[in-house]
C-alpha cells in the first residue's frame, strides 16, 4: 500500500465549504481521476483518506492538508495534477510527496494566519496588536456544545504584526478604503485558539472592532520552530526521506553494475 501526502487549497467564495463539504467534493475527484484507493473493511467502506486539522468554515487557507491510501504505486506529481483538475477552481491540490514518514498531524504544530481589517487602519492595527502582546493573559469566551467556555487567548500567540495590504488577488475586497493586515503566528493549543478568539481578544483590551467580519486566510501550517520562531514545511521530511532513499538506491546499483573490466 502507497500512501500519498496533498496540500490542498480553500481561496476566494470556495473558502465558505466546510469540511464536509471539501470531503464530498474530494472523493468525487477521486473517482473522476480514477485513483486506486485502498478501502476500509465492513459493512460500509469508504476510502482510506485522513484529514489533520482542517480550518473553520468561512476562512482561507493556503495549507491544508490530508493522506490517501493506495492500493498501486502511483507517481506523486502525476496524483496532484489529475485531482486538481477534478476539483473546482478555488480547492487547488497544490503539492503531493510520498508519505515515507510518520506523524504528519504531529507535525501541525502552529499555524500563520492573515486578517484582513477593512475599515482600520494599519496605526489603529499596530496599537492594538502591541496592547494584546503586552498583556499576560487575555481571557476571551466561545460558545460551545457544551456552553459557554472561557480561555486565555493570550498564551497561544507567537508574534502578531500589522501591516498595509498588498492588493487582493482573489478580487472579493474593496481596496478604496482604510484596511489593515494582521499576520498572527498561534500554537496548536488545547483548546485551541481561532483567529476568531484572537480578534475577541483585540476587542476586549485594545477596543479594536472591525466595521465588517475580517477576512481570515491561514497562509502556513506545520511545526514550530522554538529558535527562529517560523512554521516549517510539515512535508519537508517526507521529501528529504524520498531524495536519501533515491540517492541509496543510485549508490547500490552503481556499486553492483558490472565493471568495464580489467585486462
Not at 491510501?69 to 506523486?76: E, F, G, I, S
Request: proline letters at 6%; charged letters at 25%.
Amino acid at each position: 500500500m502507497q500512501r500519498i501526502r496533498l496540500r490542498y487549497t480553500k481561496r476566494g467564495r470556495l473558502r465558505f465549504t466546510s469540511h464536509r463539504d471539501f470531503q464530498r467534493a474530494f472523493e468525487r475527484a477521486l473517482r473522476r481521476a480514477e485513483v486506486p484507493m485502498a478501502y476500509s473493511a465492513g459493512f460500509t467502506p469508504h476510502p482510506k483518506v485522513s484529514y489533520a486539522n482542517a480550518a473553520p468554515t468561512g476562512t482561507g487557507s493556503e495549507a491544508e492538508y490530508l493522506e490517501i491510501a493506495l492500493t498501486a504505486t502511483r507517481d506523486p506529481e502525476t496524483l496532484r495534477a489529475l485531482l486538481d483538475e477534478s476539483l473546482p477552481a478555488g480547492l487547488d491540490i497544490t503539492d503531493a510527496v510520498e508519505a515515507r514518514t510518520s506523524g504528519l498531524a504531529d507535525r501541525l504544530t502552529a499555524s500563520v494566519w492573515e486578517l484582513r481589517l477593512e475599515g482600520v487602519t494599519v496605526e489603529e492595527a499596530a496599537k492594538a496588536a502591541e496592547t494584546f502582546l503586552a498583556a499576560e493573559a487575555v481571557e476571551v469566551q466561545r460558545k460551545t456544545k457544551n456552553g459557554v467556555r472561557t480561555f486565555d487567548a493570550r498564551s497561544a500567540v507567537t508574534e502578531l504584526t500589522a501591516t498595509a495590504p498588498q492588493g487582493d488577488p482573489q478580487g472579493d475586497r474593496p481596496l478604496d478604503s482604510a484596511c489593515a493586515i494582521l499576520r498572527l503566528v498561534v500554537r496548536h493549543v488545547t483548546p485551541a485558539v481561532r483567529p476568531d478568539d484572537v480578534l475577541s481578544g483585540l476587542r476586549a483590551v485594545a477596543d479594536l472592532a472591525p466595521p465588517v467580519p475580517a477576512a481570515v486566510t491561514r497562509l502556513a501550517q506545520g511545526l514550530f520552530d522554538e529558535e527562529s520562531g517560523t512554521v516549517t514545511d510539515p512535508l519537508a521530511p517526507d521529501r528529504e526521506a524520498v531524495t536519501a532513499a533515491s540517492t541509496t538506491a543510485a549508490a547500490t546499483a552503481s556499486a553492483t553494475a558490472p565493471g568495464d573490466g580489467i585486462a
